[in-house]
């Protein structure tokens, strides 16, 4: 089994920063692709970031130059820094993971977390 644990949301005022961080755990043999994604209230979940474990990334074009993901494949983490946030930015942010375990080591598995609620609002 694999958990992933989101942490850092909050309600910030726009313009402000906020970092997300996701850190995954259990039998895992390794990671491929992580990613953030966000749904806002009665919209669909949009990805946001993917990153690889070589640092390959790609965002939502709406996104570049303001969020940027980040890892670190020792601790098998993530991270979202996100600048000058706007009211749209509003959402829940969830992690995402593709993961190959030791019960099933010939493939990858798709992982999510639990989400964590990011609130831009003055």
């Known amino acids: 089994q694999v958990h992933l644990v989101e942490s850092g949301g909050g309600l910030v005022q726009p313009g402000e920063s906020l970092t997300l961080s996701c850190a995954a755990s259990g039998s895992i043999v390794r990671i491929n692709i992580m990613g953030w994604y966000r749904q806002a209230p009665g919209k669909q979940r949009e990805l946001v970031a993917r990153?690889?474990?070589?640092?390959?990334?790609n965002y939502a074009d709406s996104l570049k130059g303001r969020f940027t993901i980040s890892r670190d494949n020792v601790k098998n983490t993530i991270f979202l820094k996100m600048n000058g946030l706007k009211p749209d930015d509003t959402a829940v942010y969830y992690c995402?993971?593709?993961?190959?375990?030791?019960?099933?080591?010939?493939?990858?598995?798709?992982?999510w977390g639990q989400g964590t609620q990011v609130t831009v609002s003055s």
């Open positions: 990153i690889t474990g070589g640092g390959s990334t």
């Open positions: 995402n993971a593709d993961v190959m375990t030791t019960d099933r080591p010939m493939w990858y598995h798709d992982y």
